[in-house]
């Protein structure tokens, strides 16, 4: 089946850095990428939608200039927590939609820790 | 605005101890219902999609069923590997666009052997 990884697993950096998330579809081309934030116990909260060559677009109360998604080809995307601060820490999720199928499939999530 | 709400939050049963978990839904126009599994510190693991009402889908023990308003995953004689949380989604249509999900919180689900 379709593999989506996603890179750190977990990152821990100090309050005021940027911190940037890997998300690549292997061996299928994701024309859309979307990212997720899930805090404990709670359900995942879809940040935005990235789509390749384009600007991506935001949900509602997501701060764009804070997380700035790249989506350069049509198997990377990336999300850059810029100057973190410990309300950013949480779990990060990126998934992928196979071009042509309504099926998503998830990276393993990315926890972040901003001290 | 999409809504899902799953019931319950938290479910512990014996092994071999059949149940169902809940996914009331509302949703503008539904182009789709997920359900995954998502183990402690990974990413959620696609199980279903159902489409229409009256829809099934089964895989190993687990069955899902779809209704106008709500879905339920059905868990026949679980055993300790099925505990995890299980998530529910809908993917509504929007006229186009390639469409991220609105979950539920999940259920954890503890089967004890």
């Known amino acids: 089946g379709a593999v989506v990884s996603q890179h750190p697993s977990w990152v821990i950096c100090k309050s005021g850095t940027s911190v940037k998330i890997e998300c690549r579809s292997l061996?299928?081309?994701?024309?859309?990428m979307f990212w997720y934030r899930q805090f404990p116990k709670q359900s995942l909260m879809l940040m935005a939608t990235?789509?390749?060559?384009?600007?991506?677009?935001?949900e509602q109360g997501v701060e764009k200039d804070k997380f700035l998604i790249n989506h350069a080809s049509l198997t990377l995307s990336t999300l850059t927590v810029t100057s973190a601060h410990p309300e950013d820490s949480s779990f990060y999720i990126c998934?992928?939609?196979?071009?042509?199928?309504?099926?998503?499939?998830f990276g393993s999530g990315t926890q972040l820790s901003v001290l | 605005e999409d809504q899902v709400t799953q019931s319950p939050e938290a479910l512990r049963l014996q092994e071999g101890e059949s149940s169902s978990l809940n996914c009331s839904y509302t949703?503008?126009?539904?182009?789709?219902l997920f359900w995954y599994r998502q183990d402690p510190g990974k990413g959620p693991e696609f199980l279903f999609t159902?489409?229409?009402a009256g829809e099934e889908k089964e895989k190993e023990r687990l069955k899902a069923t779809l209704t106008k308003k709500e879905s339920f995953l059905h868990i026949t004689a679980p055993k300790p590997e099925d505990s995890a949380t299980y998530l529910c989604?809908?993917?509504?249509?929007?006229?186009?666009?390639?469409?991220?999900?609105?979950f539920g919180k999940g259920t954890h689900l503890i089967i004890q052997p």
């Open positions: 990235s789509n390749e060559g384009s600007k991506a677009t935001y």
């Open positions: 989604a809908v993917q509504a249509y929007s006229g186009g666009g390639a469409d991220g999900l609105t």
């Open positions: 998934s992928a939609k196979d071009y042509g199928k309504e099926k998503l499939f």
């Open positions: 949703v503008s126009g539904l182009r789709g």
């Open positions: 061996d299928f081309q994701a024309t859309t």
């Open positions: 159902l489409y229409s």
